[in-house]
């Protein structure tokens, strides 16, 4: 055979062993590639921040601005994604980002106020609360039912790989060229993401069913947001999936400011901090590799006991682990129970609710998570000064497993909803 020919049959293989046809392997591509700039760019702006001002509260400032559009701003993402055309809204908000990274360019070049660099990653974020309503609601269209796990733990492992290889990359274009060129990667970033959604031809797919003229297009903004609230309501299942995703959430949270502690604690300083969040990363693609492998509703209250089991674990014994190897171990496999909340909660969204309210229970949905990793950090702080390092992790691990008891103590009653338009 050919070069050429050999060539084909590897990339219809490698298609074939991926949920999904041609447009969701785009959307997945576009996801991949903005995910890894977003946190390259991350390093690079608390870098600028810090080499600046030398202020570890204008870091935290910042680091709030880039959070807080997400949370306040989801709701309406969500909105927006059940109004207007999808594939139009995820080309704007690439091409928005793009250009924000851009004036970050000239911040970081020219010298420019600092203050201006938090107030354009706001803008940035606030660009970006259209994206994941978006991908949840054309993921549900682009993909088979019986194939639907498998693309969720695909677009978690997505998101944890991103965790992985962003940071590396940030911190490499830190120390060989700068901010600059650290923000210019992540404008090119976004620009390729925009490039793998325009290769995806326009059609019913990216239409929502408002704009296909469901519902009434004169409800206000707040209705819209009620209705997505009432449907998440109205799926217990989903809303006890979604809450241990949530719980997971805070658990991450809690352990990103933890974890620095627990590194000193093991003479590992700084660079065992890095490794101990790079094992949560890898331990999460892990934990979405086997979930993508248990698609079926009837276990999965069994794997969620099981993995929310492993966070609980993973807390508590971090404050008392002895040795670097037995930390990274314990951060594998608590970051592989991590993501298994994430995965299931969103193959319920899509299975459980209508396909004209998905985009905006999502909305709801995803600034909720956000809003439990900003409320774990925020309540390390307090609770280790109150009981300790030791003391708080296993305090942390049992509200953990407690929560879990109460969440899972009865069945999954899994009901699935009209399927999604093709």
Known sequence: MHAGGMLDTAVTHIRRRLPGDRPFHLLLTSLAVSSCGDWLY???????????????????????????????????????????????????????????????????????????????????????????????????????????????????????????????????ALVVAGPAVAFLLNALTFVASALAIVSIAPGPAFVPPRAAGDGDPG????????????????????????????LCSAAYGLLSVTLVLVSRRLGAGAGGYGLLLGAFGIGGLIGAGVAARIDAPARWRRMLTVALLLVGVTLA????????????????????????????????????????????????????????????????????????????????GAFVLIAAGLLLHRPLAVSVAQPAAA
């Open 42 to 172: 991350n390093v690079a702006l608390l870098a600028l921040v810090y080499q600046r001002t030398g202020s570890a509260t204008w870091v935290a400032l910042t680091t709030a601005a880039r959070v807080a559009p997400v949370v306040v701003l989801g709701p309406l993402g969500g909105v927006l994604a059940d109004r207007y055309n999808r594939r139009a809204l995820m080309i704007g908000s690439d091409v928005a980002r793009a250009l924000l990274m851009a004036a970050l360019v000239v911040v970081a070049a020219a010298g420019l106020p600092t203050v201006v660099a938090p107030l354009l990653a706001a803008a940035a974020t606030a660009a970006s609360v259209v994206q994941p309503p978006c991908v949840a609601a054309c993921t549900a269209r682009f993909v088979a039912d019986d194939e639907l796990q498998r693309a969720q733990a695909l677009r978690a492992a997505v998101g944890q790989g991103a965790i992985v290889v962003g940071p590396a990359l940030g911190a490499l």
């Open 219 to 246: 409800a206000s903004v707040l209705a819209d947001v009620r209705s997505g609230a009432q449907a998440l309501r109205g799926a217990p299942a989903a809303v006890r999936l979604v809450a241990a995703d949530l």
């Open 317 to 396: 014994a971090l404050g008392s682990v002895s040795t670097l190897a037995g930390a990274l171990a314990l951060a594998l496999l608590g970051g592989g129970g991590m993501i298994v909340g994430e995965v299931l909660s969103d193959t319920a969204l899509p299975r459980m609710l209508d396909d004209s309210v998905l985009a905006r229970a999502y909305g709801l949905v995803f600034p909720a998570s956000i809003g439990g990793v900003v409320a774990g950090a925020l309540v390390a702080g307090p609770l280790v000064s109150l009981l300790g390092l030791q003391a708080a992790l296993v305090a942390a």
